[in-house]
T-cell receptor, first 113, second 115 residues
Framework: AQTVTQSQPEMSVQEAETVTLSCTYD???????LFWYKQPPSRQMILVIR??????QNATENRFSVNFQKAAKSFSLKISDSQLGDAAMYFC??????????FGPGTRLSVLP | GAVVSQHPSWVICKSGTSVKIECRSL??????MFWYRQFPKQSLMLMAT?????????EQGVEKDKFLINHASLTLSTLTVTSAHPEDSSFYIC???????????FGSGTRLTVV
């Protein structure tokens, strides 16, 4: 069964600085999708970024970028120029065709003013 | 963009009563919806997958007679917690596959408290 691991239960970053959240996963599939979701205090799940495993190029969405290492099964999220509004729980998630999401345990990010 | 509306956002009920939570796709047709449960400071756990016009598929360990799921239309799925007990208190979230952006959209969640 697929598993997703986030080894950092909590992280903090100074406003305007850069932080990287780690995620590793285990799968025997070759085609799959990886996601980072943000859950602020409102509890609304918000898609931050998505990566297709067949794409070598790392996905980027404004201040958010990923470092996708397929061989290492690693999918880290980098947040640049951190803002107070970035404070939230961040969940790494995996999905392959025909299968449901598998979420990691989450990383709570605090942004210090 | 795709919007999934979940209602109510919070509900308090007495033990032994039933509670219905609705999840609607507002601007797209959702043939498949998912129901998750999230305990405090924990991740999302998939409870069941509902497909329009057919029976829901429940994950192992989820009581299908307790958590009734109905997906009678392409825009509405409901989760009914029957004979609720305090241990059913949790945060419930629905999501739907969104073909427009090839992703999943989540509802805003429902906080259920059983007293």
């Amino acid at each position: 069964a697929q598993t997703v691991t986030q080894s950092q239960p909590e992280m903090s970053v100074q406003e305007a600085e850069t932080v990287t959240l780690s995620c590793t996963y285990d799968t025997s599939e070759s085609d799959y999708y990886l996601f980072w979701y943000k859950q602020p205090p409102s509890r609304q799940m918000i898609l931050v970024i998505r990566q297709e495993a067949y794409k070598q190029q790392n996905a980027t969405e404004n201040r958010f970028s990923v470092n996708f290492q397929k061989a290492a099964k690693s999918f880290s999220l980098k947040i640049s120029d951190s803002q107070l509004g970035d404070a939230a729980m961040y969940f790494c998630a995996y999905r392959s065709d025909g299968q449901n999401f598998v979420f990691g345990p989450g990383t709570r990010l605090s942004v210090l003013p | 963009g795709a919007v999934v509306s979940q209602h109510p956002s919070w509900v308090i009920c007495k033990s032994g009563t039933s509670v219905k939570i609705e999840c609607r796709s507002l601007d797209f047709q959702a043939t498949t919806m998912f129901w998750y449960r999230q305990f405090p400071k924990q991740s999302l756990m998939l409870m069941a997958t509902s497909n329009e016009g057919s029976k829901a598929t429940y994950e192992q360990g989820v009581e299908k007679d307790k958590f009734l799921i109905n997906h009678a239309s392409l825009t509405l799925s409901t989760l009914t917690v029957t004979s609720a007990h305090p241990e059913d208190s949790s945060f419930y979230i629905c999501s739907a596959w969104t073909p427009l952006n090839y992703g999943y959209t989540f509802g805003s969640g429902t906080r259920l408290t059983v007293v």
